[in-house]
């Protein structure tokens, strides 16, 4: 762990405060307690847990103690904008943490998600399960939500599913995203390193909080399994790609729907997105000055700008996102492969099969974008995401394309088209690191790093899994929407709906069985490091042959997921990326 004066300062200063329960907790001994009164919250039978920064009253939901809203940082408000976090600061009495806190600032999006502006959101959630013995030390499992580092939050995901039936510690945090958490810009950081990814420091902090604070909850600090899904994915290749900022605090690794090998930008280059956020609000003058002008801005001025600079630039389409070069992220993954530096533990990996259909829905509601008709799909949108030519020949790739996935040259109906183009772009894409062959050129590589450790690879690929109302809002899509991007999620985390109501239907009963199966498989992967599941197939580590575990009802097992998404044709259109 590093250290540093702050938490030198910070740790002396709980120690003053919590005497013994400090020793407690350093010692790794759980401190559930029946009741604790105090003076704002009467004495009751929710479970109190004592953390080093005070105690906390979680409640008992669907056989899980939670404890929900519990800050891991100070508010990064006004003077704190833009700055590495810092932990929050112990409290007296009894902490009231029986419901989620709020979402980071971000815009609602897809006529779907929620708008918040509430920068008082670094909290970090807990659920364990109610039958934990005394003196029990179970595997933790430490979630990051997706949401394209613009979106998305902690209050969305129930955890208590992942943490009965795997019989876990269940942690999920929020983390600053958008123009508040992922943005680069002159006035930011010039002296220290640290300029973006102030997203990625927040992560690093609610770990490290994890790492200090699980064993009070009945969870082993030393079998800690960081998983997460999209951004989130994405977010734990970077920690992967730089062990030295991430020290000990995680020792698994379970990744869904990232493809770690997608280049990133560097900090330099990403600076102009910042100048042209400072610009929209018309922050002008020495950086000083500039910053003084930003961190006086309203929240909603700072998003409405956000959503303007991302309408005027849809060619950069993820404007604010990790970067590398700066202190948090000094090199990407493929850098730290190259240089035999990456954090070397046991990895879960994959993704949904039509990944990016989702997005084609999305697309398909969008009037002011070309249709999806056979004109649109030559003409339009195959040259807009696979512009050029294949190397060493005058053939264009989209000729290539149209043979490879067209060969008659004709679609059997109207909505073959968006399938079709969702299909391909689920396939590979370069534009965006969100596609099944990469993942597949991920799991090669690492799996061929001298001394690495085991990395099982699947595809989720249930026809039935929820999409209509929970991945996208009315009007829906007239095609086949497949197996799409984030579905996969209420497989462990039931209801999710994409908003903080978490009111989504029920699975239907063989894909409840699915989830089940998938719960086991996953939950003793963090356990053991080897994902089974009683009954099931067992899941050999990845050989870098394109075998992969699928999961659909009833018929789950290997599949030949390189030749399933055409990855030999991808290669040969770009040698560089995948072979």
């Not at 790739?397 to 183009?421: N, R």
């Not at 929820?466 to 829906?476: D, E, H, M, R, T």
Request: with cysteine; aromatic share 10%; net charge negative.
């Amino acid at each position: 762990m590093e250290i540093t004066l702050h938490s030198i300062h910070h740790s002396l200063s709980l120690g003053s405060r919590l005497g013994a329960r400090s020793l407690f907790l350093a010692l790794g001994v759980p401190l559930f307690l029946a009741s604790c009164k105090d003076s704002s919250t009467p004495a009751n039978t929710d479970p109190v847990v004592v953390t080093d920064l005070g105690p906390v009253r979680g409640v008992v939901r669907s056989g899980a103690k939670e404890f929900r809203g519990m800050p891991y940082a100070e508010a990064p408000i006004s003077a704190r904008r833009w700055a590495v976090p810092v932990p929050a600061l112990p409290w007296t009495g009894t902490r009231d943490s029986r419901e989620f806190g709020p979402a980071c600032p971000q815009e609602a999006r897809f006529d779907l998600t929620e708008r918040s502006e509430d920068e008082n959101c670094l909290s970090i959630n807990v659920s364990v399960p109610e039958d934990i013995q005394p003196g029990e030390k179970l595997p933790v499992f430490f979630w990051l939500h997706g949401g394209a580092f613009v979106g998305g939050a902690s209050n969305l995901y129930r955890l208590d599913q992942m943490a009965v039936k795997g019989h876990m510690v269940v942690v999920s945090a929020n983390y600053r995203i958008g123009v508040f958490g992922f943005m680069e810009h002159p006035a930011f950081g010039p002296n220290d390193g640290f300029n973006g990814n102030y997203g990625l420091e927040d992560q690093r902090e609610a770990m490290r909080w994890a790492k200090r604070n699980v064993a009070a909850f009945g969870g082993d600090p030393e079998n800690i399994t960081i998983a997460g899904e999209s951004a989130g994915a994405g977010s734990i290749c970077v920690h992967l790609a730089n062990p030295e900022k991430v020290p000990g605090y995680f020792h698994k690794a379970a990744l869904t729907s990232a493809a770690c090998l997608q280049p990133m930008t560097p900090v330099e280059d990403a600076l102009k997105v910042g100048t042209g956020i400072s610009d929209a609000i018309n922050c002008k003058g020495t950086n000083d000055e500039v910053l003084t002008c930003m961190r006086g801005k309203s929240v909603s001025d700072l998003l409405d700008a956000q959503g303007k600079y991302a309408t005027l630039h849809p060619e950069n389409l993820t404007p604010f996102a990790p970067t590398i070069g700066n202190a948090t992220a000094p090199r990407s993954f493929g850098k730290a492969l190259d240089e035999q530096k990456l954090y070397q533990v046991p990895m879960l990996m994959g993704g949904a099969r039509e990944e990016l259909r989702l997005y084609v829905g999305y697309w398909w509601q969008d009037d002011k974008l070309p249709r999806f008709t056979p004109a649109g799909f030559h003409d339009a949108w195959l040259p807009l995401l696979y512009p050029g030519n294949v190397p060493g020949t005058s053939d264009t790739i989209v000729s290539q394309i149209m043979a490879e996935y067209l060969p008659s040259g004709t679609f059997a109906s109207d909505k073959a088209v968006p399938e079709t183009f969702g299909t391909i772009v689920s396939d590979y894409v370069p534009s965006i690191g969100i596609n099944n062959c990469l993942y597949l050129q991920t799991a090669k590589r690492v799996s061929a790093l001298a001394g690495a450790k085991s990395l099982y690879e699947y595809e989720f690929a249930d026809p039935k899994a929820p999409v209509l109302g929970v991945g996208i809002a009315a009007p829906y899509p007239d095609f086949d929407m497949g197996t799409v991007h984030s579905s996969v999620l209420n497989y462990f985390f039931p209801k999710l709906s994409n908003t903080s109501k978490i009111d989504a239907p029920d699975l239907e009963s063989a894909s409840q069985t699915l989830a089940n199966q998938m719960t086991e498989y996953w939950s003793t992967f963090a356990r053991t490091g080897v994902p089974a599941a009683s009954g099931q197939p067992a899941w050999a580590a990845y050989a870098g042959d394109g075998k992969a575990m699928t999961f659909v009802p009833g018929s789950s097992g290997t599949v030949d997921a390189r030749t399933r998404h055409h990855c030999a044709f991808w290669a040969r259109m770009y040698p560089t990326t995948l072979q």
